[in-house]
């Protein structure tokens, strides 16, 4: 098959050629800063863990089980003392 160089289809086949480079080029210049963003994985036991971040209060409180356990010491108490 011979295309000549002002066939439609050959100028939209470059064309597509060339957009696909351009394309290229950008994705290796994302994958370029992307990589000199990446830090190096740190071996694990080098530093010490950092301390767990506190959890934050729900608002649910515990006054359930505080009672509940209220409740069986008094129990307790009552039957064995």
Request: aromatic share 4%; hydrophobic share 25%.
């Amino acid at each position: 098959m011979n295309m000549e160089r002002n066939d439609p289809r050959a100028l939209q086949l470059e064309e597509r050629l060339n957009s696909l480079s351009a394309r290229i080029s950008e994705l290796e210049r994302r994958i370029a800063a992307l990589e000199r963003n990446l830090t190096p994985s740190k071996p694990s036991g080098q530093q010490p863990a950092q301390p767990a971040q506190p959890q934050p209060k729900t608002g649910t409180g515990h006054s359930y089980l505080s009672r509940a356990i209220s409740l069986a010491k008094r129990d307790y108490d009552r039957k064995y003392k």
